[in-house]
């Protein structure tokens, strides 16, 4: 309550510049059960999400939206690691912090499913954060950018991602693959810097339920003493919406150096979902950069009031996870 009552305080000192201040909270909660391929366990979690938003003389909504667990004790959110900054205007949207890049904006993802998100397995791999094949395990640019406008039916997207951190032991996979005769960064290169710039740019087009997209990434990452490499990533998806159905189709291709490193240089994937009354069921199937094939399946039940039981089950790289319970929305 005291940081709250604080960032209202904030916002009425600022009145003089803008107007229509304010700060909302919202949340999510879930409980249930978790089977991760061995053993059935319990799972629960509870989040809150901050929501600040406020407007100029002349019309310009600016705004900020973060999670609690973004913000920690030590260095709380000053680089937007989660979270997001944004103004927007006739001019567009442009926002900062824990964005997509602008190829993930265009293309999304496919449906997902399930209580926990049972690994995100629905998620198709981006430069942006992790994926191909282990590749990049756990990447997020430390800053990144994105401006999106839209006019009649058509969205365009540029994104600029920003890493210039030690991060040597994010790319020691790759240089081990594509530079063999170079020792592997994470002894050679402790704390070395490695600038990674990223760059993308996407469209959709929405027309009587189809919505067709494409996208390309680009980085760059370098370090002293050690060649750059490159990657570069297109992709494509087409969706299409009638009656409460819904399918989507993706291709991505990788290029540049990444396509030398990867198994596969192609991942694809589908994905549908139908929505009877209360009841939605999903589905979806994808091969991801390592050549691993993903499963998955699911359904949910409105309750109402912000309440769903939900449950899914996935299968990939011969496990199969599943889980069940009740989802809430605040």
Do not use: C, W
């Not at 009145?15 to 409980?31: E, F, H, N, P």
């Not at 927007?88 to 293309?107: E, H, N, P």
């Not at 540029?158 to 594509?178: C, P």
């Amino acid at each position: 309550m005291k940081k709250l009552l604080l960032a209202s305080t904030a916002l009425v000192l600022s009145a003089g510049v803008a107007s229509a201040q304010g700060v909302s909270l919202s949340g999510d909660a879930r409980m249930g059960l978790i089977y991760d391929g061995t053993d059935v366990q319990m799972t629960s979690r509870a989040r809150v999400t901050f929501t600040l938003s406020g407007e100029t003389d002349t019309g310009l909504a600016f705004g900020a939206s973060f999670r609690a667990d973004n913000a920690g004790p030590a260095v709380g959110n000053n680089r937007m690691t989660g979270g997001e900054v944004f103004i927007s205007g006739d001019f567009g949207r442009l926002s900062m912090g824990d964005v997509a890049s602008a190829a993930r904006a265009a293309a999304g993802d496919l449906y997902g499913v399930g209580l926990t998100g049972l690994g995100d397995l629905n998620e198709m791999a981006y430069l942006d954060r992790a994926g191909f094949g282990g590749l990049y395990t756990g990447q997020s640019y430390a800053t990144a950018a994105l401006y999106e406008y839209s006019i009649d039916g058509f969205s365009g997207y540029i994104g600029l991602g920003q890493n210039n951190t030690a991060r040597a032991g994010d790319l020691a996979a790759i240089y081990a693959v594509a530079f063999p005769d170079v020792p592997p960064a994470g002894i050679v290169f402790p704390g070395e810097v490695v600038r990674d710039n990223m760059y993308s740019v996407g469209a959709s087009y929405s027309f009587e339920g189809l919505t067709a997209a494409v996208g390309y990434e680009y980085s760059r990452a370098r370090a002293t003493g050690i060649p750059s490499f490159t990657a570069s990533h297109l992709v494509a998806s087409v969706e299409y919406e009638m009656d409460g159905i819904s399918a989507k189709a993706f291709a991505g291709r990788a290029g540049s150096d990444l396509a030398d490193v990867v198994a596969s240089r192609n991942q694809y994937g589908l994905s549908v979902q139908g929505s009877f009354d209360a009841t939605t069921v999903t589905a979806f199937a994808r091969r991801d950069f390592a050549r691993t094939r993903a499963v998955g399946i699911g359904a949910s039940y409105d309750l109402g009031g912000g309440a769903s039981i939900v449950g899914g089950a996935v299968r990939a790289a011969g496990t199969t996870q599943a889980d069940f319970g009740v989802s809430f929305s605040f």
